[in-house]
């Protein structure tokens, strides 16, 4: 590996091998989502306790400050809405010269394994790895299921993230599922969880983050069920100390409910 990709790896992935990506790019499909509607409010007090941001171009723009920031993965697929036709049918919006104006770690981008636009996020993807590989910039694939949330099983997950690996991601996000080491075998780069929609309880997110890692992956990249909590600042302290600090979903609980006082 290069220098310059082992140094964006390593911005991304801390020394621990582990790593807490905190997403806000939600609104380049779904508009302004519920506590979302003023993204560089919602962050500031997150920042501190996460590795990076997910974000698009233009919410880095408008919202983050790049004098205090944190590691960027610029969220690089779109061109689809929740009203549109369908969600898959996504294109590159960005081009490789605003990644590396921007700054970024590294950039992020949705596949969309078994839809009508199979293909053509998979050919996004290979060539997006084909020109960010030149300049050591590591390419995120995210496993994505547009609104079918009941395709979220081992045997898809699996398959998907191992053909975003074949097709040179460095690092996979997925979804949490039940035997979610089934996954992680059969993918050779590293893979970390999405959130999805928000849990009903602390409690249930602390158990699956806790899972997930237990059966071999680095990280989250978490947003609703932080952001969208009444108690964000607890909550993302508690996640981080499951991911960085070993806690166990009780542990973890406990320390949430000791921060929302
Ligand atoms: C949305 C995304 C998000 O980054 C991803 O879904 C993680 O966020 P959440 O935890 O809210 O599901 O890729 O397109």
């Given at each position: 590996m290069d220098w310059g990709m082992k140094n964006r790896m390593s911005q991304l992935i801390q020394p621990d091998g582990r790593c807490f990506f905190l997403p806000?790019?939600?609104?380049?499909?779904?508009?302004?989502t519920s506590c979302l509607e003023k993204p560089g409010e919602t962050i500031k007090p997150l920042l501190p306790y996460c590795d990076a941001i997910f974000v698009t171009r233009g919410v880095l723009r408008s919202a983050v400050d790049p004098q205090n920031s944190k590691p960027i993965i610029l969220r690089v697929s779109g061109g689809a809405s929740?009203?549109?036709?369908?969600?898959?049918?996504?294109?590159?919006?960005?081009s490789i010269e605003e990644i590396i104006r921007l700054n970024a770690s590294a950039v992020g981008i949705s596949i969309f394994v078994g839809s009508d636009y199979e293909r053509e996020s998979l050919t996004n993807l290979s060539g997006l790895v084909n020109q960010c590989e030149d300049y050591g910039i590591p390419v995120m694939a995210v496993t994505a299921v547009g609104k079918e949330l009941?395709?979220?099983d081992a045997r898809y997950l699996g398959l998907s993230c191992r053909i975003a690996a074949e097709l040179g991601a460095r690092v996979v996000k997925t979804y949490w599922c039940q035997d979610f080491d089934r996954v992680v075998c059969g993918c050779p780069v590293p893979v970390v969880m999405a959130g999805g929609p928000k849990c009903e309880t602390e409690l249930e997110v602390m158990e699956f983050v806790y899972d997930g890692i237990q059966r071999g992956a680095i990280g989250v990249n978490l947003g609703r069920n932080i952001w969208q909590n009444p108690h964000p600042v607890a909550m993302i302290r508690a996640l981080r100390a499951v991911i960085?600090?070993?806690?166990?979903p009780k542990d973890a609980y406990d320390l949430f409910n000791s921060l929302k006082k």
């Open positions: 806000i790019d939600h609104g380049y499909f779904q508009g302004p929740v009203i549109g036709k369908d969600l898959a049918n996504e294109s590159i919006t960005t009941e395709k979220r960085h600090e070993n806690y166990t």
